[in-house]
Nanobody
Framework: VQLQASGGGLVQAGDSLRLSCTTSTRTFSNNAVSWFRQAPGKDREFVAGISRRGDRSNYVDSVKGRFAISRDNAKSVVYLQMNSLKPEDAAVYYC?????????????????WGQGTLVTVSS
């Protein structure tokens, strides 16, 4: 199983980025998919997750109103639209496919992980 995260880069505070997570696994369309991030010296944290049909989503409080997660099961892709980026959003962002349709905020709830894409936000 391979997950490919892309779309990271260097932006200024206030800018936007859209991350993409693509995969060829059938598990993708049957389960929740989430984005996590890990900044240097910090634990990996849940950022946003979406149910398999896209009818439910969860966000960490710090990104609510700025980030939006969406998915296109026909294309096997999940997006994370990040607006009004802040320096504290800088991290390596990982996508992960859940073990079920439950949107867990814990790493243990996910069986497949992508390799990560780096987001750098300058002030």
């Amino acid at each position: 199983v391979q997950l490919q995260a892309s779309g990271g880069g260097l932006v200024q505070a206030g800018d936007s980025l859209r991350l993409s997570c693509t995969t060829s696994t059938r598990t993708f369309s049957n389960n929740a998919v989430s984005w996590f991030r890990q900044a240097p010296g910090k634990d990996r944290e849940f950022v946003a997750g979406i149910s398999r049909r896209g009818d439910r989503s969860n966000y960490v409080d710090s990104v609510k109103g700025r980030f939006a997660i969406s998915r296109d099961n026909a294309k096997s892709v999940v997006y994370l639209q990040m607006n009004s980026l802040k320096p504290e959003d800088a991290a390596v962002y990982y996508c992960a496919v859940g073990r079920s349709d439950y949107i867990s905020s814990r790493r243990s709830g996910y069986g497949y992980w992508g390799q990560g894409t780096l987001v750098t936000v300058s002030s």
